[in-house]
């Protein structure tokens, strides 16, 4: 019986491994959207969070993931932040491939902790925005209006991590009262906001806002490092319906941070498909 304890041991942490190198899972939602104009119903937003470019992820990894989010043909893409670990020097040719990814509405882009922590933020939204062509929101928006009818129209905004006023990053600090400031009368919102916390300072301060979108917590990534995961965050994992006429989607992220480890949370994207609320 003694005996057992390391080989079980052994065994959980080579599953939690290869749960690290098989290739994410394609995960499905469907959300009612409030106000949503029929020519958007079926609008399909691929989610990505936290792929973590650095030391263990890198340029093939990102290449496959771009190959992924065109095969599925989608009408934007939404990355949620914690997309590096290092400096623009270090990694813009890992991530080089993200100009690549093709929808009908463009890329739209969001800043995690770990942008912070590598403490060249600015450099990687200019070099994302000017080189790659994605949509940074800065605490800011973006209309998207239908290629059909261009009254129907859908409010994209994105909020700086949480993470930026509590260390003091100069000119960083979720806002998202000025992020929707300006969308247009009557247009659903979706916010974009890497941490769960994020998400609930979005919630308190912006009662319109129809979905938001989130990543951060890896769904805790490995067990028992869910347990405080679940706890300091108000949204751990999947979709929520804090309100009527509001829900929060929280994605288990693509990638792992520190250990090369995922148990009992695998790695996703997820297609989020819009649909007009009846």
């Given at each position: 019986?003694?005996?057992?304890?390391?080989?079980?041991?052994?065994?959980?942490?080579?599953?939690?491994?290869?749960?690290?190198?098989?290739?994410?899972?394609?995960?499905?939602?469907?959300?009612?959207?409030?106000?949503?104009?029929?020519?958007?119903?079926?609008?399909?937003?691929?989610?990505?969070?936290?792929?973590?470019?650095?030391?263990?992820?890198?340029?093939?990894?990102?290449?496959?993931?771009?190959?992924?989010?065109?095969?599925?043909?989608?009408?934007?893409?939404?990355?949620?932040?914690?997309?590096?670990?290092?400096?623009?020097?270090?990694?813009?040719?890992?991530?080089?491939?993200?100009?690549?990814?093709?929808?009908?509405?463009?890329?739209?882009?969001?800043?995690?902790?770990?942008?912070?922590?590598?403490?060249?933020?600015?450099?990687?939204?200019?070099?994302?925005?000017?080189?790659?062509?994605?949509?940074?929101?800065?605490?800011?928006?973006?209309?998207?209006?239908?290629?059909?009818?261009?009254?129907?129209?859908?409010?994209?905004?994105?909020?700086?991590?949480?993470?930026?006023?509590?260390?003091?990053?100069?000119?960083?600090?979720?806002?998202?009262?000025?992020?929707?400031?300006?969308?247009?009368?009557?247009?659903?919102?979706?916010?974009?906001?890497?941490?769960p916390n994020g998400a609930k300072m979005t919630l308190k301060r912006v009662p319109n806002v129809n979905l938001i979108l989130s990543g951060h917590t890896h769904g805790g990534q490995f067990f028992p490092i869910h347990i405080?995961?679940?706890?300091?965050?108000?949204?751990?994992?999947?979709?929520?319906?804090?309100?009527?006429?509001?829900?929060?989607?929280?994605?288990?992220?693509?990638?792992?941070?520190?250990?090369?480890?995922?148990?009992?949370?695998?790695?996703?994207?997820?297609?989020?498909?819009?649909?007009?609320?009846?």
């Amino acid at each position: 019986k003694l005996h057992s304890v390391p080989i079980a041991a052994l065994v959980l942490t080579l599953w939690s491994f290869i749960n690290t190198i098989l290739p994410p899972q394609h995960s499905t939602i469907h959300v009612p959207i409030k106000g949503l104009g029929r020519e958007f119903d079926n609008f399909h937003i691929l989610h990505l969070s936290d792929i973590h470019v650095g030391p263990t992820t890198g340029k093939k990894f990102v290449d496959w993931m771009v190959d992924r989010s065109n095969s599925h043909s989608p009408d934007a893409v939404f990355i949620t932040g914690d997309l590096v670990d290092s400096s623009v020097k270090n990694l813009k040719r890992a991530v080089f491939g993200l100009k690549h990814l093709r929808s009908k509405y463009g890329t739209y882009y969001v800043t995690g902790n770990h942008e912070y922590y590598t403490n060249d933020v600015d450099n990687w939204l200019h070099y994302l925005s000017d080189s790659l062509g994605i949509h940074t929101l800065h605490n800011q928006h973006h209309v998207i209006s239908a290629s059909t009818n261009s009254s129907q129209q859908i409010c994209v905004a994105g909020i700086d991590d949480h993470i930026a006023k509590k260390i003091g990053y100069e000119g960083h600090s979720a806002d998202p009262i000025g992020a929707t400031e300006g969308c247009p009368n009557g247009a659903p919102i979706v916010m974009l906001a890497h941490q769960p916390n994020g998400a609930k300072m979005t919630l308190k301060r912006v009662p319109n806002v129809n979905l938001i979108l989130s990543g951060h917590t890896h769904g805790g990534q490995f067990f028992p490092i869910h347990i405080p995961v679940w706890l300091v965050n108000p949204f751990f994992a999947g979709l929520y319906h804090p309100r009527k006429g509001t829900h929060v989607y929280v994605s288990r992220g693509l990638r792992f941070y520190g250990a090369p480890m995922r148990f009992l949370s695998y790695p996703q994207y997820t297609s989020v498909f819009l649909h007009p609320e009846d």
